[in-house]
C-alpha cells in the first residue's frame, strides 16, 4: 500500500456515515428499552400469578409438596427473583433429602 493509499483508506468520510452510526445507535438502544420494559412485564404477571398461592389452605400445600413458610418466604424475594421457579427448587431439595 503505498502512502497515498493509506492516506485516502484513513481519512475521514462524509458519506453520512455518522448518522448511519447514530441511527443504530439509537434503534439498538430501542430495542434493549422494550426487552427490559417485556421482561419487566413478565415478571410482574408471574409474581401475580404466585401470589395466589398466599392464604391457601394446608391440603393445598401438602398437595404441592411445599409449607405455607416456604411461600410466605419466596413472596419476599425480590421482584427480579422468580418467585415460582426459587420454590420449585426449594420443593425438590426437599424431596432429595426424603
Given amino acids: 500500500m503505498t502512502s497515498l493509499e493509506f492516506e485516502r483508506a484513513h481519512q475521514p468520510r462524509n458519506d453520512g456515515s455518522l448518522i448511519v452510526s447514530l441511527a443504530g445507535l439509537a434503534a439498538s438502544a ?16 408471574d409474581r401475580a400469578a404466585f401470589m395466589n398461592l398466599l392464604g391457601k389452605e394446608e391440603w393445598v400445600y401438602r398437595d404441592l409438596g411445599i409449607h405455607r413458610g416456604d411461600v410466605e418466604w419466596a413472596s419476599r424475594l425480590p421482584m427480579n427473583v422468580n418467585a415460582a421457579l426459587e420454590l420449585e427448587k426449594m420443593r425438590d431439595r426437599s424431596l432429595r433429602n426424603w
Avoid at 30 to 45: D, E, I
Wanted: hydrophobic share 30%; net charge positive; no cysteine.
Fill in 30 to 45: 430501542a430495542r434493549g428499552s422494550v426487552s427490559a420494559l417485556g421482561r419487566w412485564h413478565k415478571q410482574r404477571r
